[in-house]
């Protein structure tokens, strides 16, 4: 099946250090989406991206879909303790099926 | 408006005892879908609800059974637990097939 490798597995930075992770598949996808999960709660979406190249941003976040379909990144720039938790990258493919990357574990020391 | 909600939050199973998890979703969204994340694995598709009457098999399906009750409600049955499934069950609801809304999950432990 489609598999999404997603690093780095873990990030230990200080507050306001920028922060850069991304996202490689096999597979092309359709839609990247970019979700966050804190501690006992479930994903939040953070970001979604529908055409190939694109380039958004959601106030100290961007991402970007790649050329290849097959790639995707997220900065998060001037960190804060509150970006603390998991984030995910999903592949959205064929009848609405997400394919999550592992998840990047981020640590912000204040 | 509470989006999309789960019960219970946290449920301990004995092998073989059978239980129902709840979703609900008040956006009122065609397809809805239940994923089970486990560590280091991210989170795995088990059954989806394309709409209101359809249910298909995801990556996992062996061990559970779903019912699309109505628009509304999506529920994931484990008819006899096993330890394999000690997991933690989100539930998720989307527009057609554009990006999904999470639930907050149930943690599930089998003894």
Redesign the interface.
């Known amino acids: 099946g489609q598999q999404l490798n997603q690093s780095p597995q873990s990030m230990f930075i200080q507050e306001g250090e920028d922060v850069s992770m991304n996202c490689t598949s096999s597979s092309i996808f359709n839609t990247w989406l970019w979700y966050k999960q804190d501690p006992g709660e479930g994903p939040v979406l953070l970001i979604a991206l529908y055409k190939a190249g694109e380039l958004t941003s959601n106030g100290r976040l961007t991402a970007q879909f790649g050329i290849t379909r097959k790639d995707s990144f997220l900065n998060i720039s001037a960190s804060i303790p509150s970006d603390v938790g998991i984030y995910f990258c999903a592949g959205l493919g064929s009848y609405g099926k997400l394919t999550f990357g592992q998840g990047t574990i981020l640590t912000v020391h204040p | 408006n509470a989006g999309?909600t789960q019960t219970p939050k946290f449920q301990v199973l004995k092998t073989g005892q059978s239980m129902t998890l709840q979703c609900a979703q008040d956006m009122n969204h065609n397809?809805m879908?239940w994923y089970r994340q486990d560590p280091?694995?991210?989170?795995?598709?088990i059954y989806?609800s394309?709409s209101e009457g359809t249910t298909?098999k995801?990556?996992v399906p062996n061990g559970y059974n779903v019912s699309r009750l109505n628009k509304r409600e999506f529920s994931l049955r484990l008819e006899s637990a096993a330890p394999s499934q000690t997991s933690v069950y989100?539930c998720?609801s989307?527009v057609?097939?554009?990006?999904?809304?999470?639930?907050?999950?149930t943690r599930l432990t089998v003894t």
């Open positions: 999309v397809s879908y280091g694995m991210g989170l795995r598709l989806y394309a298909d995801g990556e989100f998720a989307s057609d097939r554009y990006e999904q809304y999470f639930g907050p999950g």
